[in-house]
């Protein structure tokens, strides 16, 4: 059986029809082609699905999909408005955050969750925030500079 | 130089950062099937029956294979594997049948609609016993596969490649050693785990020609294998890897394409999909070999090692198509860098029913110095001097020589040595007793190398088309899998040409459109496909000089590049920028010549020869060495066992660096994979079964984990390297876990011998030595 669901996807309002055993990882990136977040285990334990529903970092491979109805649900996709990146993906570009970027989407979302949360958080919190989201290539320091980059510039400008 | 040498951002960045790189599971494709495999589940059996008629009647499916239907043997160094397993299973996991169908879900139904029966054998689950006159043989027809000529398979056992190192006299050297010790270790197996699990795509049209999109390091020995495998030429082969989602040697060579073609070619027209899970990743793609280390040493009081022999058996699994070369770089690498005068090794690849062992970054190496570097430690302490020092003293040197018998002329091995207990400051400063009771500081050292484990005569190449507007399009198909080659590979072009990085495209991986290249791997790209990349520029500036010396009325030999112009020489006045010439000169009644600038160049590594057979001695037995030294200061905890590393100091010799900011990244990550196999990572196997194949029971390392990194670098010159630059890739892990095994002796002089060193076994050696 299919569920209607309403929700917003990166600032537009969606109706979609889901059958109720769909995670929103599979349908974001099967039905809509948002192919930023990644499956890298499918168990909660890799943080390359990241995605941000309503302003909070989620393993999307673990959220069904009839789960967003009404919510607002925001994907790396939608994080660079009128193609202008974001603060956080051009620090991760500067800082070379990244390596072969299959962790890159879900950990820029990550990084972005903390710091719409917390503008100004500690290193320690960075990587705190990012301890859930597994990379492989980067050894994470220029990951943390990255994001802390971003935090000081936001800071200073206060 | 301009280019070559500055930190400029990734050329891939924006694609990463925005999401929009397509990676191979990222893509879709109309009328798409999806692919499931039917895996072995005892680690050892004969197969009965596979029975695939329920399977094949399930609507949906559209097409069932089994071995049968890919019969033939392939292998990058041994022909030892089929793409799914004939007549026998030799580990749990094993390809048995494959199904495509319409729905992933219609594909997992059908899988467990095959049917499979099994008689059941004894297993190899352990390299020591599987070496032993009387072990079940994984394969008992050994002697009828095909293998390259500097491999020693010994059919009738399971050894698929026995590597021999006799240098000097080692009877002699031990007579004459004043101390002689024995030392054990163990490495177990590892997974790779990049975070993109293998994906491929592949689809035949109506003429037979077959298209594979794969997240694989090397097209084109994809494209070669595939060929053997299924009979089909070349030219009909077309292999695409639109992106990696990390490699470090578990996408090299051929994996799961071979699954998946076979179906591709029972539904013609149809793209067939095949994504591994997290499980397959852990249990059906290459894994880091297990190896058991015995080193005897024999050393004088003056701290000179003059003998040691050491035997290396390795846990090569299953199949050891890709294993057996890594069996060969221990061995012609088993002293580790250091000069010995007499050494005997025997390094001895095993077949077991263990998942399939392949290329893991180090390739060997990691593996070979945990023991290596290790030992030097327990030498130094018992001739009462300083792990520093007793490297000082065997360290190599310029004019050295290493286990192959080459006098190494490059080597800045005690540089890169000086640097890190420089950075450290130990040679300054003591170390200071942590404030809590419970916490034990320690400090270890440990050096490094590698070369690029390849054979002798492998080639790049590299094309470079001029544009009318003066940019450029740079062909290779060198894979950019994190490393960052797509840049650096432009920056080297850009460096030759004049031209800017952000007027070069670089496009790689289409085996119909990007030229050759051997594989990915072995931190060779820099070296190999750079010196490709340089070779094409110099032919492109070649042809603009041809032209210009005609349009501008000055001798070839007078011309230079400066900022996109080609110029003469002293007279800066005359000049044509680069862009004018690139579709061939006009001349002033109107007729044209020459044509579109297209530079084209190819490379082999200069006069790499193979070792003699009995000895493993030889000149020059690899294209270069990448030598190096990190040294950690660790905390561990006597209570709970637990080691924190604090701080990592690394100093490796790449020769020129290309790029401060991607060599100084790669190298974090390398530290980081290396302490994760030092304190996390193991591969838990029991009796043939992968008791841990996820990343809860597996972890690899996570932020919280980071120590400090302190990073430099030595440059001296590679003279055969574009703008002097050797590879780092793999060797910059190698120190890290014997690093940190050191430390905690230099904590609470306890040894734990096996990786990976857990709380358990600290707590348990501490407990030992109370
Ligand atoms: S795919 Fe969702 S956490 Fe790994
Ligand atoms: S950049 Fe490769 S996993 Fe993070």
Redesign the pocket.
Known sequence: MKHKINFILNNEEITHEVAANRTLLDVIREDFDLTGAKEGCGAGECGACTILVDRKPINACLMLAVEADGKEILTIEGLSVNNKLDQIQQAFIDHAA???????PG?IMSGKALLMDNPSPTEEEVKEAISGN?????GYKKIVEAIMEVADKTNSAR | MKFVGESVNRVDGIKKVTGSLKYVDDLKMSRMLYAAVKRSEYPHAKLLKVDITKAEKLPGVKAVITGKDVPNRVGLYLEDKTFLANDKVRYRGEAIAAVAAETHEIAQEAIKLIEVEYEELPAVTNALEGIKSDAPLVHPDLGDYKWGPIFFPEPGTNISNLYKIRKGDIDKGFAEAEHVVENQFFVPHIQHS??ENHSVIAQMDPEEALTIWSSCQSPFAVQKALSVAFGLPQNKIRVISPAV??GFGGKAGTTLEGIVIPLAMRVKGRPVKLTYGREDEFINSFVRQGMHATIKTGINSDGKIVAVKNTFVWDGGAYTEYGVNIVRAGGYSSTGPYDIPNVWTDSVCVYTNHPVGGPYRGFGMSEIHFAIEQNMDILAEMLGITPIEVRRINGLRPGGSNATGQIVEVCGLQDCLEDVVDKLGWEREEKKPSSKPNIYIGRGISCGFKAPSMPNNVASSAIIRINEDGTCQLLVSAQDI?QGSDTTLTQIASEVLTIPPDKITIKTGDTDYTPYEWQTVASRITYCAGNAVVKACQDAKDQLFELAQIKLGVPKEKLILADEYIVAKGNENKKVPIKELALGLSMEDGSGIHGPIIGRGSFIPPDVKNTDKTTGQGEKPTAFWTYGCQGAEIEVDIETGKIKVKKVASSFDVGKIINPKLIEGQVEGGILQGLGSAILEELILENGIVKNPNFVDYKIPTADDMPEMIISFVENPEETGPFGARGVAEPCMVPTAPAIANALYDALGIRVNSLPITAEKVLKAIKEKQ
């Not at chain 1, 990244?98 to 890159?104: D, E, P």
């Open positions: 990244l390596q072969c970027g299959y962790c890159t950990m597994l990379c492989r290539c980067t | 990049p975070i989602g990390g994190g």
